[in-house]
């Protein structure tokens, strides 16, 4: 029986891929920040822990409560709208050590194990709004984009350890706490000379029909950690697909 341990799983795309996994016979260790053991049934292949990305010793922790495992899925992340002169170093650095750092802090603490057993496979989740360029968005793309350029450069350093790495790119999801995130951090990062303009970026937002199911994310992280012939890149939900495409 293989392992997963998926971080993010208290809501939207982390919570629907450890629910996929744990319904295909895996065992499954679903990460947290707050740990809540009503959000997925009870099952003898389910654990919970504690984690928090950011902070070497809860990554430490987790890892080492988690024994052996077959799969990481780096899911946590955080969201954040707004204009890069309104928005604090700060929150600059938030979303950065979330995003970004946190997914190579985490791939950093598996790594021994992988490499002693020359295999294993690690999937990041990130964003389509890396595939072309969206107002608003600066801090958050290019935290991001960051994760893209790492997992790329990272394939080919674990190669020779038979280490597999892949990408999931989803698009825009009203099922995740995205928008809650970005809210939060975008109170004060919308300055008054960029008010007009926001409103307009706003308005224009959600238009199109496609868009991104939690179902969507979860089917690609499971192709990704499963097919060793997979696509390095995988664009996940309608809206996600199509913007590659056009790329």
Avoid: H
């Avoid at 052996?68 to 929150?91: C, H, P, R, W, Y």
């Avoid at 008010?195 to 179902?215: D, K, L």
């Amino acid at each position: 029986m293989k392992t997963v341990l998926i971080t993010g799983c208290s809501s939207g795309f982390g919570l629907e891929t450890a629910q996929y996994f744990l319904d295909r016979d895996w065992k499954v260790i679903a990460t947290m920040r707050t740990p809540r053991e009503d959000l997925l049934p009870r099952s003898e292949r389910l654990r919970v822990l504690a984690l928090d990305v950011t902070d070497p010793e809860s990554v430490r922790q987790a890892v080492e409560a988690a024994g052996q495992i077959d799969v990481l899925i780096n899911n946590a992340g955080i969201g954040m709208f707004g204009a890069l002169e309104g928005t604090s170093m700060k929150t600059v650095r938030e979303v950065f050590e979330t995003n970004t750092l946190g997914t190579m802090a985490m791939v950093q603490a598996v790594l021994p194990q992988f490499r002693q057993r020359k295999a294993g496979v690690i999937v990041n989740v990130t964003s389509s709004v890396t595939l072309k360029p969206l107002s608003l968005l600066s801090v958050y793309t290019a935290s991001k984009a960051a994760v893209n350029a790492f997992t790329e450069s990272l394939a080919l350093e674990l190669q020779p350890f038979n280490i597999r790495v892949n990408l999931v790119l989803p698009g825009r999801s009203p099922e995740t706490r995205f928008g809650d995130n970005a809210r939060r951090l975008m109170r004060v990062s919308i300055p008054d000379a960029y008010a007009e303009f926001a409103q307009s970026v706003f308005a224009g937002m959600g238009q199109s029909p496609n868009i991104t199911r939690a179902q969507d994310v979860a089917e690609a992280v499971w192709r990704a950690a499963n097919d060793p012939s997979c696509p390095f890149r995988i664009a996940a939900g309608a809206d996600a697909v199509a913007l590659a495409a056009s790329c």
